[in-house]
């Protein structure tokens, strides 16, 4: 594969705010929603413009959170959106910890927002891994399933890998109908390799037209599914069901390996695809910057 940078833009609100901490993007209302994993509102970019859409209530009065602040623990961590058939966007919190077991559909309309610990404590269970080890950063349609990814840590001896989710019994309950099993089935792990020494992971997906999966990774040097870590590479990989066909680094910008965190096609064709990627810069006061990436097989 062969990966372009052909743009590179900061995300700013209308009223002159930084997006911050940019998790996910997904085309949305004609536009694009852009999901901030440390604020309880998203973004929505039209054309030149970017406001908010309020996702979760604030939290203890909080619209906000950082660590500077001493509130990071309080954040409700939507790092996952995948866009729906329907024209909404279900929003996936990474269940890291107990505030971030949340899951909420977004449309135009309305906004209705869903806390399922249960489900994610079972999706820990058939990963094989601690509560607390959960890191669930991508999500994207398999079928009539939601195949969503854990984001490994092998400082943590925990690998990259995803489930299948039942799709429409997760639809039903973030919608508030009552509670039933939401099947989970289909582990699947990957090995995307190195960077400087650091192992690769996945941090978004997005499903291609015919059917294979591509996925951003970042090689994170951090010993957890919580704290921060100098990036040493970031890189795109391709998937076809749990085989890795290939793998192509991501080109420094201004010195520095782009965190990729959230991935979405703008155009494909059978020799390649275009995309919109979001990049967390780990810095609260500085935008977040959206790629234009050009992907040749």
Same mark, same amino acid.
């Given at each position: 594969?062969?990966?372009?940078?052909?743009?590179?833009?900061?995300?700013?609100?209308?009223?002159?705010?930084?997006? &911050?901490?940019?998790?996910?993007?997904?085309?949305?209302?004609?536009?694009?929603?852009?999901?901030?994993?440390?604020?309880?509102?998203?973004?929505?970019?039209?054309?030149?413009?970017?406001?908010?859409?309020?996702?979760?209530?604030?939290?203890?009065?909080?619209?906000?959170?950082?660590?500077?602040?001493?509130?990071?623990?309080?954040?409700?961590?939507?790092?996952?959106?995948?866009?729906?058939?329907?024209?909404?966007?279900?929003?996936?919190?990474?269940?890291?910890?107990?505030?971030?077991?949340?899951?909420?559909?977004?449309?135009?309309?309305?906004?209705?927002?869903?806390?399922?610990?249960?489900?994610?404590?079972?999706?820990?269970?058939?990963?094989?891994?601690?509560?607390?080890?959960?890191?669930?950063?991508?999500?994207?349609?398999?079928?009539?399933?939601?195949?969503?990814?854990?984001?490994?840590?092998?400082?943590?001896?925990?690998?990259?890998?995803?489930?299948?989710?039942?799709?429409?019994?997760?639809?039903?309950?973030?919608?508030?109908?009552?509670?039933?099993?939401?099947?989970?089935?289909?582990?699947?792990?990957?090995?995307?390799?190195?960077?400087?020494?650091?192992?690769?992971?996945?941090?978004?997906?997005?499903?291609?037209?015919?059917?294979?999966?591509?996925?951003?990774?970042?090689?994170?040097?951090?010993?957890?599914?919580?704290?921060?870590?100098?990036?040493v590479g970031a890189a795109l990989a391709l998937?076809?069901?749990?085989?890795?066909?290939?793998?192509?680094?991501?080109?420094?910008?201004?010195?520095v390996a782009p965190k990729v965190e959230g991935?979405?096609? &703008?155009?494909?064709?059978?020799?390649?695809? &275009?995309?919109?990627?979001?990049?967390?810069?780990?810095?609260?006061?500085?935008?977040?910057?959206?790629?234009?990436?050009?992907?040749?097989?």
């Open positions: 594969m062969r990966v372009r940078v052909e743009r590179v833009s900061s995300l700013i609100f209308d009223d002159g705010s930084p997006v &911050r901490a940019a998790s996910a993007v997904a085309p949305f209302g004609g536009g694009w929603l852009v999901v901030q994993d440390d604020a309880t509102h998203a973004a929505w970019v039209r054309g030149d413009s970017v406001t908010p859409v309020r996702v979760v209530a604030p939290v203890d009065g909080l619209e906000v959170f950082s660590s500077v602040a001493g509130t990071k623990h309080l954040k409700p961590d939507f790092e996952a959106a995948c866009p729906l058939p329907t024209g909404g966007v279900l929003l996936l919190g990474s269940g890291s910890t107990a505030a971030r077991t949340r899951v909420a559909l977004v449309t135009p309309d309305e906004t209705v927002v869903a806390d399922l610990p249960a489900l994610y404590s079972a999706v820990a269970g058939r990963l094989g891994i601690h509560a607390d080890q959960l890191n669930l950063e991508g999500a994207c349609l398999a079928g009539d399933r939601l195949r969503w990814f854990q984001r490994g840590n092998s400082a943590a001896g925990v690998p990259s890998a995803s489930v299948d989710v039942d799709l429409a019994a997760l639809l039903r309950v973030t919608a508030g109908g009552p509670a039933e099993p939401i099947g989970i089935s289909g582990v699947r792990r990957y090995d995307l390799g190195l960077a400087r020494g650091v192992a690769l992971a996945v941090t978004d997906a997005v499903t291609l037209p015919d059917g294979r999966v591509l996925i951003s990774a970042a090689a994170e040097d951090t010993p957890n599914a919580v704290d921060d870590g100098p990036v998937l076809d069901d749990e085989t890795v066909v290939a793998v192509a680094e991501l080109p420094a910008t201004d010195g991935l979405a096609v &703008r155009e494909a064709s059978p020799d390649g695809v &275009r995309l919109l990627a979001v990049v967390d810069v780990d810095d609260p006061l500085v935008p977040s910057q959206a790629l234009e990436i050009t992907l040749q097989w």
